[in-house]
């Protein structure tokens, strides 16, 4: 009985990733940039709501430098740590729910594609700044209070792909358009998960097929940036079907939010506001 015990419990310690019974829905885990102020940091909490006794996890610039150095000139990632963010582990099955304020370069679906990258799922996360910034450094954040709040460790080299994968989509989506640059990639990750591509060339054909049926025009080099993440995703032998099905409930929720009424409220808010403007620069013409 003694040994049957044991190999038991070897044998849910080499579950790994799969066994998470240090989380439960509703716990509530904060990054914080280790360079904000005081009274930013104060700020943002308050933004965030959260209890006084959450837990709370400091992000460095080292780490950023370290998740980030490899994609994006150093003089970009700067030399403090400021995006913070919230994460709310959600019910199995939930999917990713990604909202941000004050995050200019990043959006929340090149953050959901890149975090699935990352194998995680269910929570609900909330990115945010004290002032505008690019949000390249918020994912490190995310990645290291998602393994503390579930104990699931994520490898390294996973983590360097999903980053470089949102700062990939990011810089696509100054030359085609950031909802434009996650589609492409949402669209590439399902046929990549469907068609299993062996070689490169594979998915190069897969890249440009994409491409074509979303009216996108890519260069040579963009062509070939992508099939060489794509490649090392690959090498990661991910669980395709998880990581779609992340990407496919967040889609869901935003179109829940978009048809309900608090959508309809806040999107007319901004029609509204748009529309101002434009008759304000009217009549300054008139």
Partial sequence: MKKLLSLLGIALLSLGTAVSADSTPGDI????????????????????????DVETIVVSNAEEHKYLGDYIPKAQIGTKAISSSKITTAEAGSGLNVETKNITWVSKEMYTNALTTASVKDATIYITAPFEVSGTAALTGIIKAYETTTGEKIPEEQKQVANEEMVTTAKLGEDIGKEEAATLIERIKEEVAEQNPQTVQDIQV????????????????????????????????????????????????????????????????????????VDALAGMFK
């Fill in 29 to 52: 885990i904060v990054t914080l940039g280790e360079n904000l102020s005081p009274a930013q940091k104060e700020q943002l909490l308050e933004e965030m709501e959260v209890p006084a």
């Fill in 206 to 277: 897969i890249i440009n097929n994409i491409s074509n049926e979303l009216n996108i025009t890519l260069s040579d080099a963009q062509t070939d940036q992508l099939a060489s993440l794509f490649q090392k995703m690959q090498d990661l032998n991910l669980n395709w079907d998880q990581v779609n099905s992340q990407i496919d409930k967040a889609k869901e929720q935003w179109d829940t939010f978009k048809s309900s009424e608090e959508g309809q409220g806040i999107l007319q808010s901004i029609i509204n506001f748009l529309q101002s403007v």
